[in-house]
């Protein structure tokens, strides 16, 4: 296939669910590690084409929704510091924190910005030498990279107020994390395309190895997702788990190395704190101390220690997110789903972020498929 159209063909797209239909025989559950496939398979209808006994559950793969109420927490203590112009994604200004949202502190005076990349934040660093410009770093190895680009760049070109508030997080530790805890029984997982492009496929060879899980990296076209469940239920099928590639056309075994050496550049592996699955060893990426003084966390430390004291983390009441992003339950099943809980008035991370599960299912769930005939 060439053409992004053969990625969405509705022909294509029933002879897969097709082969899916007769070469699953027993009742298997898969996880999508990343909020675009979740929100791929809603919205292009894709649970309705496969057979009841294939069970698509969504897992901790939407950078918003995994960033815990402790980061949300630092990152607003930094925007009401009055030298610092805070500057975040547009998804995070809702997410609540403990007491408040960047949203809320914005309104009450707090210079918080949406940038659409952190080169957007080195130029308002560059435009505005008496204030501290923090980005609030958040998401996998896909938005690393880049990252660790603004840094290299800041330092190559003397920009010393430009400063990462780093909550970036790998996807590998989380999945044996969550392969460890056992609380879900998983036959496959449908491994994340983007972070693929970055890793690579060889990661996640423990998983075959190790617990026995079919692994395919996938797309983000219904004809991708199809693709990579036709594979996974093949591997389940014949009893033999291993790590395939179904996204030839975006990700290779080894990864991209220039930006794999960028992050080793940049970053030092460190333990992180997921919403749900609490801290992880391993699974978190920190500014390596001779970028330091890039690091807000270092730069910092003082103001945050001052306004963390003795402000315990709350999380929001009756939100369920922990339990949506470890698999354990659906979002249709938390009581505060459509009622309590909308896109208009979330109350958890999972409802506010375009990639969470909650948004996804409140948005598509129960639609039929929308895929273009031809
Ligand atoms: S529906 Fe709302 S409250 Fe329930 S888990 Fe999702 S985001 Fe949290």
Known sequence: M????????????????????VSSKKPIRLMEFCGGHTHAILRHGIRQLVPRTVELLPGPGCPVCVTATSDLDRAIALARSPEVILTTFGDMMRVPGSYSSLQRAKAEGADVRVVYSTMDAIEMARVNPGKSVVFSGIGFETTAPTIAASIVKAQREGISNFHVLCSLKLTPP??????????????????????????????????????????????????????????????????????????????KPQGNSEALQLMEEVFRIDSADWRGMGVVPGSGLSIDPKYERFDADVVFADTLELALRNTPVIEPPGCRCGEVLRGVTTPPDCPLFGKGCTP??????????????????????GHPSLLRAG
């Open 344 to 365: 208009e008035k979330p109350v958890g991370p999972c409802m506010v972020s375009s990639e969470g599960a909650c948004a996804a299912h409140y948005q598509y769930g």
């Open 174 to 251: 989380v999945m044996k994390a969550l392969l460890d805890l056992g609380e879900v029984k998983l036959d496959g997982i449908i491994c994340p395309g983007h972070v693929s492009v970055i890793i690579g496929s060889r990661p996640y060879e423990f998983i075959p190895l190790d617990h026995g899980v079919a692994c395919v990296v996938s797309g983000f076209e219904p004809v991708d997702i199809l693709l990579a469940i036709s594979r996974l239920v093949a591997q389940i099928e014949s009893g033999q788990p291993k790590v395939e590639i179904a996204y030839g056309r975006g990700v």
């Open 2 to 21: 060439k053409f992004l159209d053969e990625y969405q063909s509705s022909r294509l797209a029933a002879k897969l669910a097709h082969r899916i239909s």
